[in-house]
C-alpha cells in the first residue's frame, strides 16, 4: 500500500506542471503562450551561465584574491550583458 502511494505521489508531482501548462494555453492565445515559452527559454539560460561561473569559483576553491575578484566581475558583466540582451524592442513594450 504504501509503495503504491509513493508511486502515485511521484506521477502527480511529475504531471502537474503539464497539467497547467495546457490549462494556461487554452485561457491565453498562442502569441502570448509563445512569448511566455521564449521568457522562460532565456531565463534558463541565464540562470545556467551565471550558475555554472559561480559554480566553477566555488569547486576551484581559489584563494587568489585577484582571481576571485576578476570572476565576481565576470559574473556582473554577464548579467548585465543578459539584462541588456533580454530587453524587448520598444515595439513590443507597452505604451502608458
Known sequence: MER???CWRRARSKDFPFVVFIVIARIVG???MGLV?????YITFCYFVIMDIVDGIVNLQLRDD???STLFWTVIAAGIVMAML???PPRLMPRS
Open 86 to 88: 533580454g530587453k524587448p
Open 37 to 41: 515559452n521564449l521568457c522562460y527559454i
Open 66 to 68: 585577484r582571481r576571485l
Open 4 to 6: 503504491s502511494g509513493r
Open 30 to 32: 498562442p502569441e502570448e
